[in-house]
C-alpha cells in the first residue's frame, strides 16, 4: 500500500488506543496491509507513468498529513507520529533496492524479510489505486471522527 495508507491507519490504531505498546502493532499493520489487494506495477516495469504519477501524489498526501498530524493530534502528536513512522518503515527497503538498482544497476540478494515482503504482495495490480482511494477515504473519516474526540 501507499506510505499514506500505511500512515494514516497507524494513526487511527495510536490515535484509539493511545499506548505507546501500539508501535509494534503499527509495525505488524504494514504487512497486513500489504497483503491485501493494492496499487503496483504488474508489468515488470520498475517505474512507469503512473507509478510516478501515484507515488508523487502519495508524497504529497503523506507530507500533508504529518503536517495535520502534528496540528490537530494535541498531546499524541508524538505518539501518532511514531506509529505513522514504524507502520510506513518497511518500505524504506524497496526505496533503497529501487535507487541501487536505477542508479548503480545493482540489485542485491532478498533476505528472508524481503522475501517475505515480496510474497505477501500477491495483490499488486495497475488498477489498485482505486482500492487505496477507497482505504484512505474510510481511514479519513475515522481519523477526523478520532480528532475530534480528542478534545
Ligand atoms: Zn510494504
Partial sequence: MTATNHSITAANLALITKTWWILPIALVSHFVLDALPHFGSTKGKDVDKKFIVVY????ILLCSLWLIVLLVTGHFRYLVIAAMTAAALPDVVWI???????RKKIVPKKNILTRFHTAIQWGERS????????????MAVIFISLVRSIG
Avoid: A, N, P
Fill in 96 to 102: 533503497y533496492r529501487l535507487t541501487l538498482k536505477l
Fill in 56 to 59: 508523487t501524489i502519495d508524497f
Fill in 127 to 138: 488498477w489498485g489505486w482505486t482500492i487505496e482511494l477507497g482505504w484512505l477515504s474510510v
